[in-house]
C-alpha cells in the first residue's frame, strides 16, 4: 500500500469527507482492520483565504509545495490537494517535489468519459469558473467545458461556497439557486453533464437534485485516490 500525503483544511469541511471516505473505501476493498496509509497536513484556511484576497498567489505557492515537500520527507508516496481551486498552482507545487501529484480535473474527466458525457457545465469557486487551470485540463482530457454567462451567477456560486458550505451551513435557498444555474446552463450551453468543480458544493447539490449526470470532483479525486494508494493504477510524475 502507498503513502498518500494529503494537503487539506481548504475547507475543512471537504477534508473530513476525504479522510472519512478514503479509509472507508481502502476498508471496503481489503477489509479486516485495513485502512489508508496517509499523512494529512491541514492548513488554516483563514490564513490562505486573505491571501487569496490578496492576490498573492505565489506566496500559496510557496506555502503550500513546502508543505508538499515536508510531505515527502515525512514518507509520502503522492501529493494529494483536497480542493480544486488550489490546483492553480498544482504544476508549481509538483515542480518542487520528487514525486507525483494526484490531479482532481484528470480523476474527475475519467468518470465523465468512462459516462459518455464530453459536453459540461462547470460550477466552482469564481477562480475557477474564470480562470482557465481546471478548464484547460479538463479540455486536454477531452471534454468540452461552460460555465455560466452571467457573471452575477458565478459571483453568487462564489458567495454560498465562502460564506455558507465552506462554514458547513446548508441553505435550500442556496440549493435551489445552484439547481436554476444549472438548468440554464443547459439551454444556453446544451451541456449534457456537470462537474461540481469545488469540493464542498456536493454537499449542496446531488445526482436526485437534476436529470443530468451530476460528476463530483471530490468523490472522483477520492476514489481515484484509493485506486492509486491500492496500486490499483499505477501514476507517473509528469
Known amino acids: 500500500m502507498k503513502t498518500i500525503g494529503l494537503i487539506g483544511g481548504m475547507s475543512y469541511e471537504s477534508s473530513i469527507h476525504y479522510y472519512e471516505r478514503i479509509n472507508n ?12 496509509k496517509m499523512i494529512i497536513y491541514n492548513v488554516n484556511f ?3 483565504r486573505k491571501l487569496m484576497l490578496n492576490n498573492e498567489w505565489d506566496k500559496i505557492g510557496v506555502e503550500l509545495a513546502s508543505i508538499a515537500k515536508t510531505l515527502e520527507n515525512a514518507g509520502a508516496d503522492y501529493i494529494v490537494i483536497a480542493t480544486n481551486t488550489m490546483h492553480k498552482l498544482a504544476n508549481y507545487i509538483e515542480s518542487k517535489i520528487n514525486i507525483p501529484l ?8 475519467d468518470k465523465c468519459k468512462e459516462n459518455e458525457v464530453l459536453n459540461v457545465g462547470l460550477l466552482g469557486t469564481g477562480y475557477t469558473m474564470r480562470e482557465d487551470f481546471l478548464k484547460d485540463r479538463l479540455k486536454q482530457n477531452g ?21 455558507e458550505l465552506c462554514k458547513g451551513e446548508i441553505n ?4 435551489d439557486y445552484y439547481i436554476e444555474v444549472i438548468n440554464n446552463m443547459k439551454k444556453q450551453s446544451n451541456i449534457k453533464g456537470v462537474i461540481l468543480g469545488c ?18 470532483t471530490t468523490q ?5 485516490i484509493i485506486d492509486y494508494s491500492l496500486e490499483k493504477k499505477l501514476l507517473l510524475k509528469r
Do not use: Y
Open 46 to 48: 483563514e490564513d490562505i
Open 220 to 224: 472522483s479525486h477520492i476514489d481515484s
Open 25 to 36: 473505501g481502502v476498508n471496503a476493498i481489503c477489509g479486516g482492520l485495513n485502512c489508508a
Open 143 to 163: 471534454l468540452t467545458v461552460s460555465i455560466p454567462n452571467s457573471e452575477n451567477e458565478i459571483n453568487e456560486i462564489d458567495r454560498i461556497i465562502f460564506d
Open 102 to 109: 494526484i490531479h482532481i480535473a484528470d480523476c474527475v474527466a
Open 199 to 216: 469540493t464542498e458544493i456536493e454537499m449542496l447539490i446531488s445526482q436526485k437534485d437534476l436529470d443530468i449526470p451530476v460528476f463530483d
Open 172 to 175: 435550500d435557498s442556496s440549493r
